[in-house]
């Protein structure tokens, strides 16, 4: 396997043993000092995400966009799906966020309903549309989460000036969404998603609309806040080498409809403190597992040949 003779980062985060309780389940309680009760110990066990043998049909046109999608992510663990164009990455995200209701199968986040868990907040979710409140400035849309977790204003500031330097936004807090480029705009909605340390986010191409550095920055500073926080980490990518650099496992998922061909364990890359990012991207290695994912995607095509290779990078 491609991840072979490396260190287990991964693997211990996806088995939840690296989870940390600060702010797991957005509780101020537990963030408050280390103490684990039986709880808080059974809530870590949990899986973030459970997805059993969901199909999902849209009535209009009857396409049939996911067909029996079983798959468990654990707490903590980033998991990415790829898949040809059209295959139902978004539906499958949109699902689990309970944007969408599956025609077959059951949905659980940490153990509730996708609905349940949509009412209590319990995930962040960054989309290809940044979903920017116009009428709010930037400092406003990254604080609008906190205010709906009823955080007080002092920490609401702090944690906004904190995120928006963190994304090279400082200057543009007062400003307006209008006002920013689509990539500045995007960093603004990923930044927001983290702002109340959730422990699960939704992520749909986030980094899409950002130049190559950035995007990397992103990247790098995505895994140390997912990691800080034990945040699992649903991401749909069309690019391979995102896919293996942030990722415990990378899901393959085959075109309409669509369904999981594989299961690619990357080793998250990313997260190997053991090397710095630029040698991890540049290491054989890593272009192994890269090579790895190109594989099973072209293998869960078989019959049309070409077509991963069209939609993936
Ligand atoms: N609201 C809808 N009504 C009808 N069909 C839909 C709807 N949303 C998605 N579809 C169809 O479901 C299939 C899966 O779409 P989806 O957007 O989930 O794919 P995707 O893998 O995310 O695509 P991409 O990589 O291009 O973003 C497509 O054939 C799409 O046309």
Same mark, same amino acid.
């Given at each position: 396997?491609?991840?072979?003779?490396?260190?287990?980062?991964?693997?211990?985060?996806?088995?939840?043993?690296?989870?940390?309780?600060?702010?797991?389940?957005?509780?101020?309680?537990?963030?408050?000092?280390?103490?684990?009760?039986?709880?808080?110990?059974?809530?870590?066990?949990?899986?973030?995400?459970?997805?059993?043998?969901?199909?999902?049909?849209?009535?209009?046109?009857?396409?049939?966009?996911?067909?029996?999608?079983?798959?468990?992510?654990?707490?903590?663990?980033?998991?990415?799906?790829?898949?040809?164009?059209?295959?139902?990455?978004?539906?499958?995200?949109?699902?689990?966020?309970?944007?969408?209701? =599956?025609? !077959?199968?059951?949905?659980?986040?940490?153990?509730?309903?996708?609905?349940?868990?949509?009412?209590?907040?319990?995930?962040?979710?960054?989309?290809?549309?940044?979903?920017?409140?116009?009428?709010?400035?930037?400092?406003?849309?990254?604080?609008? =989460?906190?205010?709906?977790?009823?955080?007080?204003?002092?920490?609401?500031?702090?944690? !906004?000036?904190?995120?928006?330097?963190?994304?090279?936004?400082?200057?543009?807090?007062?400003?307006?969404?209008?006002?920013?480029?689509?990539?500045?705009?995007?960093?603004?909605?990923?930044?927001?998603?983290?702002? =109340?340390?959730? !422990?699960?986010?939704?992520?749909?191409? =986030?980094?899409?609309?950002?130049?190559?550095?950035?995007?990397?920055?992103?990247?790098?500073?995505?895994?140390?806040? *997912?990691?800080?926080?034990?945040?699992?980490?649903?991401?749909?990518?069309?690019?391979?080498?995102?896919?293996?650099?942030?990722?415990?496992?990378?899901?393959?998922?085959?075109?309409?409809?669509?369904?999981?061909?594989?299961?690619?364990?990357?080793?998250?890359?990313?997260?190997?403190?053991?090397?710095?990012?630029?040698?991890?991207?540049?290491?054989?290695?890593?272009?192994? *597992?890269?090579?790895?994912?190109?594989?099973?995607?072209?293998?869960?095509?078989?019959?049309?040949?070409?077509?991963?290779?069209?939609?993936?990078?």
């Amino acid at each position: 396997m491609t991840a072979k003779g490396r260190p287990a980062v991964a693997t211990a985060t996806a088995e939840g043993e690296q989870v940390s309780a600060d702010g797991q389940f957005g509780s101020a309680d537990v963030s408050a000092g280390n103490i684990r009760t039986d709880a808080t110990a059974a809530l870590e066990r949990t899986a973030a995400v459970e997805l059993a043998d969901v199909g999902k049909i849209y009535a209009a046109g009857s396409v049939t966009a996911l067909t029996d999608v079983s798959l468990t992510v654990a707490p903590g663990e980033f998991v990415s799906l790829i898949g040809p164009s059209g295959c139902g990455k978004s539906t499958l995200l949109r699902i689990i966020a309970d944007l969408e209701q =599956p025609t !077959s199968g059951t949905v659980t986040v940490h153990g509730k309903t996708a609905r349940r868990a949509r009412i209590d907040q319990d995930y962040g979710i960054a989309f290809q549309q940044s979903g920017l409140l116009d009428w709010r400035t930037v400092q406003a849309n990254v604080e609008l =989460p906190l205010e709906l977790h009823k955080v007080p204003k002092s920490e609401r500031r702090a944690r !906004s000036a904190e995120l928006l330097e963190m994304a090279g936004l400082t200057d543009f807090a007062k400003r307006y969404p209008a006002e920013l480029s689509g990539g500045m705009q995007q960093r603004v909605a990923i930044v927001r998603a983290l702002a =109340p340390k959730p !422990s699960l986010l939704l992520m749909d191409e =986030p980094f899409g609309a950002l130049d190559e550095m950035t995007r990397e920055r992103m990247q790098g500073e995505l895994l140390r806040i *997912a990691g800080e926080t034990g945040a699992a980490v649903v991401f749909v990518t069309h690019s391979i080498p995102e896919a293996v650099f942030l990722s415990d496992r990378v899901v393959v998922m085959s075109a309409r409809p669509g369904r999981i061909t594989d299961i690619v364990p990357t080793g998250g890359w990313g997260r190997d403190a053991a090397f710095a990012d630029d040698d991890v991207r540049s290491s054989a290695p890593f272009f192994e *597992a890269v090579a790895a994912v190109r594989a099973a995607l072209r293998s869960g095509h078989g019959d049309t040949g070409t077509a991963a290779g069209r939609d993936v990078r």
